[in-house]
């Protein structure tokens, strides 16, 4: 019983335990994203699989949540009896191996097609702070993807940069009202720099913005510069439907995909 409490306790105040710093990562990963839905299953696992096969539960779970909660803002209730149903298997042994809990969580483990298509869709509106977390943690996942770069999404001087605007100058001629309104949020129109350089360039314009990207720090930004001598709606959609390949290497269980 007094473990079950230390472990409910490092579940949902992971800054207060004794676990690992990796440990810690992956809760504070579900906190982020704002999930509950697993606590049953991962406090049964932590009573019945050996320490590494938790470790990878909980990683396998961050994944899960990601493809199914924040990208594919599924129901949770499906979710929520697939993981209580796993956690009863495992209370009584009929599963005893991480294969085998993994599989029974195979139900809520979006499908790549399924995943890169809503990757390729997704808005996440920056004005509440958690969304910013969740953005930044994105967009500093795909570059160590892309660059290796081990990133700190929470550092301050970090910042997420609006390709176009949320209130553009008149000069962004390409974009209606309209397209504002639905694009800007959409991660294809999102992009890392450091604080300082966000701020500076403001609403500019996007022939004003290409020189500071081809000299930034982050690869995924770079790339925008090299490879758009302008911003439409279009390369938007086209940005994104790459950032969704990558993204779906990324997020991952190869035993489930």
Not at 22 to 30: A, D, G, I, N
Not at 52 to 61: G, H, M
Not at 110 to 135: L, S
Request: contains cysteine; hydrophobic residues 35%.
């Amino acid at each position: 019983m007094e473990e079950d409490v230390d472990t409910y306790l490092a579940l949902t105040n992971p800054d207060g335990s004794h676990w690992l710093p990796r440990l810690k990562e992956h809760v504070r990963m579900l906190r982020m994203f704002n999930i509950r839905q697993p606590i049953h299953l991962l406090m049964t696992a932590k009573r019945h699989l050996s320490d590494s096969d938790f470790e990878r539960l909980l990683d396998a779970i961050v994944v899960i949540s990601f493809r199914y909660n924040v990208i594919g803002n599924l129901q949770p209730n499906e979710q929520e009896r697939a993981y209580h149903a796993e956690a009863m298997r495992l209370a009584t042994q009929v599963h005893t191996k991480l294969h085998d809990v993994l599989d029974g969580l195979k139900t809520v483990y979006t499908h790549d097609d399924v995943f890169r298509t809503a990757f390729a869709e997704k808005t996440i509106g920056t004005a509440q702070n958690r969304n910013r977390q969740v953005v930044k943690y994105i967009l500093c996942q795909l570059e160590r993807q892309k660059t290796g770069a081990d990133l700190d999404f929470g550092s301050d001087t970090l910042s997420i940069e609006h390709i176009c605007p949320t209130k553009p100058q008149k000069t962004w001629q390409s974009f209606t009202d309209e397209d504002v309104e639905t694009l800007s949020d959409r991660l294809g129109n999102m992009t890392l720099l450091q604080a300082g350089q966000n701020n500076d360039l403001g609403n500019a314009e996007y022939a004003v913005k290409r020189p500071v990207y081809q000299k930034s720090t982050y690869g995924l930004t770079r790339d925008i510069a090299e490879h758009n001598a302008d911003w439409t709606p279009e390369r938007i959609a086209a940005r994104q439907k790459s950032m969704a390949s990558m993204a779906t290497s990324i997020w991952r269980i190869a035993q489930l995909s």
